[in-house]
């Protein structure tokens, strides 16, 4: 069983930048790979950023590519989002998710397991 837990979200307002991380139990972390996700008031869960177990392959939402970022490191079992550019419309409760496949994926119901979710609110 994985635990994930997130920090670092807060207010920001309408351009700025914030980094999210996400800090994962276990050993085997290296095995897994990761995702974010969000999920606004009101709205569906919607995909954000996945990374394979290894850190070379990524996926982006069109709403974000260009403008996060997300990486790992195995050795500290940490997930990040970089996020820059910040809008309006980012807002929203942020999710770091992790699956126990090699394949990328940008379907929530393909993940097992999830972090509690932290809040980002970006001002206009």
């Known amino acids: 069983q994985v635990q994930l837990v997130e920090s670092g979200g807060g207010l920001v307002q309408a351009g700025d930048s914030l980094r999210l991380s996400c800090a994962a139990s276990?050993?085997?972390?290296?095995?897994?790979?990761m995702g974010w996700f969000r999920q606004a008031p009101g709205k569906r869960r919607e995909f954000v950023a996945t990374?394979?177990?290894?850190?070379?392959?990524?996926l982006y939402a069109d709403s974000v590519k260009g403008r996060f970022t997300i990486s790992r490191d195995n050795a500290k079992n940490m997930l990040f989002l970089q996020m820059n550019s910040l809008k309006p419309e980012d807002t929203a409760v942020y999710y770091c998710?992790?699956?126990?496949?090699?394949?990328?994926?940008?379907?929530?119901?393909?993940?097992?397991?999830w972090g509690q979710g932290i809040q980002v609110t970006v001002s206009s």
């Open positions: 990374i394979s177990n290894g850190g070379v392959n990524t």
């Open positions: 276990g050993r085997t972390f290296s095995s897994y790979v």
């Open positions: 998710a992790s699956r126990s496949a090699y394949a990328l994926a940008t379907t929530s119901g393909d993940y097992v397991y």
